[in-house]
């Protein structure tokens, strides 16, 4: 029987296809986005953009879609993620080598176990300090924060005008994120 060669980051790159990440050494398609989940994202992205300016609280690089690699065979694609500019001066570019401050998936009707367990695993090993994860169909979102070598629950709230840490200095309105 022979063993299964895992794929790295220079085969994902080499790769035709644009919808795919790096997971666990294999080469996958990512879901195809829901309109749901598409609105969701955009509109959280609205919510942290004052984050990015120079005229609000600042201080953050913040990216849709960005392939983050953090092992030569684990390279996932998140829906957002984060960089404080004071650990990455310069505009993340390309594929990411640099692990970020803040991730978040907006979670996807049969691809839980990657958001859930997967990734959560990979990001809590390579000490991402916060971990959010958001539920459209369930209007939920639930944050995490790294505390020692595990990840804890910091926040789990509904649509709602909500601080959740480490976007706290500015209030997000939940309502807005998931449509109401």
């Not at 957002?80 to 650990?87: C, H, Q, S």
């Not at 991730?103 to 990657?114: D, F, L, M, Q, W």
């Not at 169909?137 to 944050?143: F, N, V």
Request: hydrophobic share 40%; proline share 8%; charged share 30%.
């Amino acid at each position: 029987m022979e063993a299964r060669k895992l794929a790295s980051v220079a085969d994902l790159l080499a790769c035709p296809d644009e919808r795919v990440e790096l997971i666990g050494g294999e080469i996958v398609r990512r879901p195809l986005a829901r309109g749901e989940h598409g609105m969701v994202q955009g509109a959280t992205h609205d919510e942290l953009s004052p984050f990015q300016h120079k005229d609000g609280p600042g201080g953050w690089w913040i990216a849709t879609e960005i392939s983050v690699a953090y092992e030569a065979h684990e390279c996932p694609i998140h829906d957002l993620a984060g960089w404080r500019k004071e650990r990455s001066p310069e505009r993340p570019r390309g594929v990411v080598e640099l692990t970020p401050d803040w991730v978040c998936e907006i979670v996807s009707p049969g691809h839980e176990r990657k958001d859930t367990l997967i990734l959560f695993l990979l990001l809590q090993r390579h000490r991402v300090p916060f971990y959010w994860l958001i539920w459209p169909e369930s209007r939920a979102l639930i944050a995490y924060q790294l505390d020692g070598e595990h990840y804890r629950v910091i926040a789990t709230v509904e649509p709602a005008r909500v601080r959740i840490p480490p976007f706290d200095s500015v209030e997000m309105d939940l309502r807005y994120v998931f449509g109401e």
